[in-house]
DNA sequence: CTGAAAGCGCTTACAG
DNA sequence: CTGAAAGCGCTTACAG
């Protein structure tokens, strides 16, 4: 990431690339002067082009972190290797943590999580944030956000706004993922989702958005609820739906909310002797999987978790920064790309 | 804003304030020697309480931008003064653009928005950044988002996720609202919207969470859509309903999704005898409006538009600052308030 | 807008 | 962790 040669770059080595003045430089960065557009642009641009511009915006906040409290639902703690998700992005979380000296301390509480104790915990450690990651319970939000420690919760849903958000555009990807199978030609579509967290639901709101967004009728999407996310509740909820419908009942796809539901998409459709992609297309969600090693590979929509971990800290910092004042909470999401595979073609047109 | 006292806070005056050395100060803020972690907080707290963190925070940012080039849909201009929130929106940008010494320079084009004509405009005046707001047409922002400028959409919604986009959290504010009233007793409640764009229709998607989170059936609450946002559009909707059911039909309570319509409705219901908040009360959206000069004054859900200017203008520069990678485009959404005035009163308890 | 120079604020190395 | 001191990077004022 960091590379010797341009360890530290200055405003020297931007005065050089933009090929202006030392003094010229530090006006343009501070407007205490006027100069002309011209000018300004080039040396902006060659800021921007060495990384001086980033640089300086982060030696504003690396200044305040060096201890978090990290909280996770045991359910999703790493060592339950069923969860790929939650490993990949707590790996990631770490890992710029690491590299930017943050020590990270992970509770280790009673089974349900509980305010009292994820306080105490931060304070036996002396940490200056939390970070809570997948829960969305507001009797567990409300006392923390009423606590005066930097709070962000990641990867969930805080509809009270009581504490500062960073998650994926769930709704919005799932939409895309949708759009994209209805602009090869596909019309039924299953979504395969099953009954969790409330950010699940904004993809199954995503979904829905698609076909609307088309002037297609809802009822041409339909929504399958499995008991769980594990590949095996995949299975068995489209064994049923495949059962009492003698076959797919004519949709020619499956969306599935999470990687692992559609890796067992994936295999109980082919069990069954269904082609993949040409009798169903399947597009999964999460893009952690390793959807590049199954057979056929999985066509996903790839969150991106390395760039959660960095906004989060982030949020997590900025609300360290401010004082007193009341600032809104904010929720940030980010946009998630798809990336095309062979378990959706992108030639299938009907 | 500025006290002329604190003129220049540093980290002289922050060792002073924690009772520490200056180069523990320097220490603690760079990580560069081990430091307890009572000393660390101490020092920590008097540098937020100084508002020295804040202050680096912003220094790192303050470089980039000079001129921004700012699109509006023409009917959403400050001169057409039925739109208060929209004028009072751009107000707060302006003032924040003035006080960091920006030059912002209004979009004068097509009465249809058009990404050419956008990009030209924003080319003449050498502008780094553009703020489009209000608009939501993919077809707009496609090529906006391919050219190379920052750009940040305020207020809008872009399901696309190709621009960073700036606006309030409507859904959750619209659940906060009708909770808020259900908590009250309130079960019959109207939701008075329009068909415009997409981001009011979250504000419905709030509504319904409402009910939903209650267990409460959905179709207690019961939608009413207006042919636009103005307040004779509210009060015809209004006297059409009350004039098809011989009343209110047993909804106690109408939580409008404007400012603008919950004064029509204020005014129309008053004008057919029912007392407010008695017979029902009424809930506002925006809180620009001058509500507490209504009669009743009216209770509202407050959009913080001065910070989404702050986080415009943040959002604007961090995109700048970032160099080629692609990093994913990220939607901030800030939380809104309850303003609990006359129009909705508290104790209001079937 | 340049270039040399003074100055300022923060960083850093070190003895205590 | 302190305190005095050297050093560095950026800012600023100014003549050209």
Redesign the interface.
């Known amino acids: 990431m960091d590379r010797r040669t341009e360890r530290k770059i200055g405003i020297k080595d931007v005065s050089k690339e933009a090929g202006v003045a030392l003094s010229t430089v530090s006006h343009?960065?501070?407007?205490t002067a006027p100069i002309s557009?011209?000018v300004?642009?080039k040396v902006?641009e060659a800021?921007?082009?060495?990384?001086y511009?980033?640089k300086?915006?982060?030696?504003?906040?690396?200044?305040?972190l060096?201890?978090i409290y990290l909280a996770v639902p045991p359910g999703n703690l790493p060592h339950n290797d069923i969860n790929l998700v939650s490993w990949t992005l707590l790996t990631a979380l770490s890992r710029e943590c690491e590299r930017r000296?943050i020590k990270i301390v992970a509770h280790n509480g009673s089974p349900e999580l509980n305010a009292a104790e994820i306080l105490a915990g931060a304070k036996a450690v002396?940490a200056?944030g939390i970070i809570l990651v997948y829960d969305d319970n507001p009797k567990l939000l409300r006392p923390l956000a009423a606590s005066n420690y930097a709070i962000v919760l990641l990867n969930g849903e805080?509809?009270?706004?009581s504490v500062d958000t960073v998650a994926p555009?769930n709704?919005?990807?799932a939409?895309?993922a949708t759009q994209w199978l209805l602009s090869r030609g596909h019309r039924r579509i299953l979504h395969l989702t099953w009954r969790g967290r409330s950010t699940i639901m904004r993809r199954l709101?995503g979904f829905h958005?698609a076909y609307m967004?088309q002037n297609l009728p809802l009822d041409l999407g339909r929504t399958i609820y499995a008991d769980g996310y594990e590949p095996d509740h995949a299975r068995k909820a489209l064994r049923a739906f495949i059962a009492r419908h003698g076959g797919l009942d004519g949709h020619t796809a499956v969306f599935c909310a999470a990687d692992n539901l559609a890796i067992g998409a994936l295999s109980e459709l082919q069990a069954q002797g269904f082609q993949i992609p040409g009798d169903i297309a399947v597009v999964g969600f999460d893009g952690v999987a390793p959807g590049d090693l199954t057979v056929p590979s999985l066509t996903t929509v790839r969150v991106?978790l390395d760039?959660l971990a960095v906004?989060t800290l982030k949020a997590l910092?900025?609300r360290?920064?401010?004082?007193g004042q009341d600032?809104?909470?904010?929720?940030?999401?980010?946009?998630?790309?798809l990336i095309e595979r062979d378990s959706a073609a992108s030639n299938f047109l009907r």
């Open positions: 343009v960065l501070n407007g557009a011209e300004r642009i902006l800021a921007r082009r060495l990384g511009l980033a300086r915006q982060q030696k504003g906040a690396i200044a305040s060096s201890t000296g002396n200056e805080d509809p009270t706004m555009a709704r919005y990807a939409r895309l709101d958005d967004e991106p760039s906004a910092e900025q360290l920064s401010i004082s600032h809104p909470t904010q929720r940030i999401e980010l946009g998630c790309r």
